[in-house]
């Protein structure tokens, strides 16, 4: 991030590296799939998952936290 800015991240390293800080401290996190649909037709994909993972919000530090996410 620049200035408030969010730059775009292209390839598998910078991916990894862009998520790497977030999940160094954060153990026994899993991505579940919810729903996958694809249109051939428009070239359109929506993936729907969840993220399970050891919250860090304080106060419940530690305790299991989902986010859902398209």
Known sequence: MIAGRILPV???EALRKAWELRFAHHGG???AEEEVFIDV?????L???Q????SSEKGFAGKP???NTL
Do not use: C, I, S
């Open 10 to 12: 292209r390839g598998k």
């Open 47 to 49: 993936f729907r998952w």
């Open 51 to 54: 993220l399970d993972w050891p």
């Open 65 to 67: 936290e989902a986010r």
């Open 29 to 31: 996190f899993r991505f």
């Open 41 to 45: 037709d428009q070239q359109k994909v």
